[in-house]
């Protein structure tokens, strides 16, 4: 290993990355930001301990669907993001994890707005943690909540993910 470069824990690569004092050597052992996320224009704006909350820029225009809303899809990519990245502040080098179960309830429609998606874990076990992610307009209002489950991956699960 070079030994400018230094291997940190995720949860402090993001804390690092945020508050913009990451080193040059600095990495962790996912990839941030992640190929979606940079596609589709998500944002990290909080990070703890099992938890995230993420940002688009939603626009119609470029996330819409054929009746002129933004597609639901994107908002259940959104939340997968934020689920995903708050399990991944758990995931020691050589684990990884993956969704098995994602629900979506649509409350109201989006246009172009900044979208707030924000996950925490409900429910952590060993194997199976249970998520909940809101996501909210810039007006505030609640537009999906969106429920998962992730399992982590270890020792030849977690091989080649």
């Known amino acids: 290993m ?4 230094r291997k940190i824990p995720i949860l402090e690569y993001l804390q690092r990355q945020l508050a913009g004092t990451l080193a040059a050597g600095d990495t962790t052992h996912m990839r941030y930001p992640t190929a979606i996320s940079t596609l589709l224009g998500f944002r990290i704006v ?14 119609p225009l470029r996330h819409g669907n054929q009746q002129g809303t933004v597609h639901g899809g994107l908002l259940c990519e ?8 708050a399990q991944s502040t758990l995931a020691d080098e050589g684990e990884s994890f993956t969704s098995i179960d994602l629900k979506a309830s649509f409350l109201r429609p989006v246009w172009q707005t900044r979208l707030r998606a924000h996950a925490w874990a409900e429910h952590r076990g060993r194997t199976i943690n249970h998520y909940r992610c809101d996501i909210q307009r810039d007006d505030g209002k609640l537009v999906a909540s969106i429920s998962s489950v992730v399992m982590s991956l270890r020792g030849e699960h977690a091989q080649g993910r």
């Not at 070079?2 to 470069?5: C, E, H, L, M």
């Open 78 to 85: 959104l939340a997968d993001a934020a689920i995903g990245t």
């Open 2 to 5: 070079n030994p400018a470069i």
């Open 46 to 59: 909080d990070i703890g301990e099992a938890m995230a909350v993420l940002e688009l820029d939603a626009d």
